[in-house]
């Protein structure tokens, strides 16, 4: 079975138990079947963290994860690396009070042509996926209210959908673009200027500081990271 502490459970991916790094308990793989039965005890479950389980890599499990716990307000899918595109906007859709959603390293994902409004995202983590600037202008689009967007090693990102993000997403404060080398430099000043809620940027590679970025990023109370 599994801990649920303050309506929060996490899924391990192995069929052995793993300790708990918190406490002195064990956490065990949940099958999907047990969903639903898990959902019947655990009815205000906010927080849900699946880190490298298997049995979400198709559409049945992901809609049951939405149907389960529509209360949920983060969803961790960290390495779970064919999570179905469709299953993620259907519980994006489903849980309409989601605020953090991490697909990091769900390098199987493909976003392209997801159908989703999520207008109380705020927090993003794409870091070491496939997306690319279509998907990032997707984002934009139906998740305006996001602060902060993680898009490390991201290779097939380029400055074009970086800029729909800070065109679209008007209360953006934190960027990381780490080894995004598909991204020049430039960008970031263009950045801060365009969207003054920018508070932290992890600069992509090539970015070097001189006189005139250095007085742009503190005349914008702007952190700049490289």
């Known amino acids: 079975m599994a801990t649920c502490e303050m309506c929060r459970l ?20 949940i099958p999907a079947n047990g969903l639903q039965a898990i959902s019947q005890n655990i009815s205000n479950l906010t927080s849900l963290k699946c880190y490298s389980v298997d049995f979400l890599n198709n559409n049945t499990n992901m809609f049951h994860i939405a149907h389960c716990f529509p209360n949920l307000q983060m969803l961790d899918l960290s390495c779970c690396f064919n999570v179905p595109a469709e299953g993620i906007g259907h519980v994006l859709n489903t849980c309409c009070n989601i605020r953090h959603l991490n697909l990091k390293l769900c390098c199987g994902v493909k976003l392209h042509g997801m159908n989703f409004k999520a207008p109380k995202l705020e927090v993003l983590n794409l870091s070491y996926t496939r997306v690319d600037d279509e998907t990032l202008y997707m984002i934009s689009k139906s998740c305006r209210q996001i602060l902060q967007l993680y898009l490390r090693h991201c290779y097939c990102v380029t400055e074009k959908g970086v800029k729909h993000v800070v065109e679209n997403c008007t209360q953006l404060r934190e960027v990381d673009l780490r080894d995004c080398i598909g991204v020049h430099a430039h960008v970031v000043e263009s950045m801060v200027s365009s969207r003054p809620s920018l ?24 952190l700049v990271y490289f």
């Open 10 to 29: 996490r899924f391990a991916g192995k069929l052995t138990p793993i300790p708990d790094t918190l406490g002195d308990s064990f956490k065990y793989t």
């Open 199 to 222: 508070r932290k940027i992890i600069a992509p590679p090539g970015f070097r500081f001189n006189e005139r970025n250095k007085k742009l990023f503190l005349h914008h109370g702007c």
